[in-house]
């Protein structure tokens, strides 16, 4: 395995033994819940990173960096969802589900050519993926909620 995939296995244990050992402290607390999610879809990612790292041939690697995908998708706005729980700042209901719908938009084309198209070799990566036409909105989206998210 390369470098980058032990690092996201280092990865994994942490983030997913960090939200894992607050959830147990106090399950009932909204803002653990909200950093367990947020590890959770992080800790998820890099599972499927490392899996995507260590494949030797093409259609592996293109399942795996759509599985990867698919926990990506929930990162900012499981990040976002933590820091309105961390600041308290109110929010309406609708703004809550819509943080739960988008990911899941995303997450509905995640095993199609839309999203991630195919993997092809780029820089020191044998499968690198290349994106679909909806994965240009997802990028948008994945830096504006994460901008909004560092704004509050």
Request: with cysteine; aromatic share 24%.
């Given at each position: 395995?390369?470098?980058?995939?032990?690092?996201?296995?280092?990865?994994?244990?942490?983030?997913?033994?960090?939200?894992?050992?607050?959830?147990?402290?106090?399950?009932?607390?909204?803002?653990?819940?909200?950093?367990?999610?947020?590890?959770?879809?992080?800790?998820?990612?890099?599972?499927?990173?490392?899996?995507?790292?260590?494949?030797?041939?093409?259609?592996?690697?293109?399942?795996?960096?759509?599985?990867?995908?698919?926990?990506?998708?929930?990162?900012?706005?499981?990040?976002?969802?933590?820091?309105?729980?961390?600041?308290?700042?109110?929010?309406?209901?609708?703004?809550?589900?819509?943080?739960?719908?988008?990911?899941?938009?995303?997450?509905?084309?995640?095993?199609?050519?839309?999203?991630?198209?195919?993997?092809?070799?780029?820089?020191?990566?044998?499968?690198?993926?290349?994106?679909?036409?909806?994965?240009?909105?997802?990028?948008?989206?994945?830096?504006t909620v994460v901008l909004i998210?560092?704004?509050?």
């Open positions: 395995m390369n470098y980058y995939g032990l690092s996201s296995v280092f990865n994994v244990i942490v983030v997913l033994a960090v939200g894992f050992y607050l959830l147990s402290r106090q399950r009932q607390n909204s803002l653990y819940q909200g950093f367990a999610l947020f590890s959770a879809s992080v800790g998820f990612w890099c599972v499927f990173y490392a899996l995507w790292q260590i494949q030797t041939n093409k259609e592996a690697a293109l399942f795996s960096s759509r599985l990867l995908m698919l926990f990506c998708y929930f990162i900012p706005f499981t990040f976002l969802w933590f820091v309105l729980k961390l600041t308290g700042r109110p929010y309406k209901p609708w703004q809550a589900a819509a943080l739960f719908i988008a990911p899941l938009f995303f997450a509905s084309f995640g095993f199609s050519p839309i999203m991630v198209k195919d993997v092809s070799p780029a820089m020191n990566f044998n499968f690198w993926p290349r994106p679909g036409p909806l994965m240009h909105l997802y990028v948008l989206s994945f830096f998210a560092y704004w509050i």
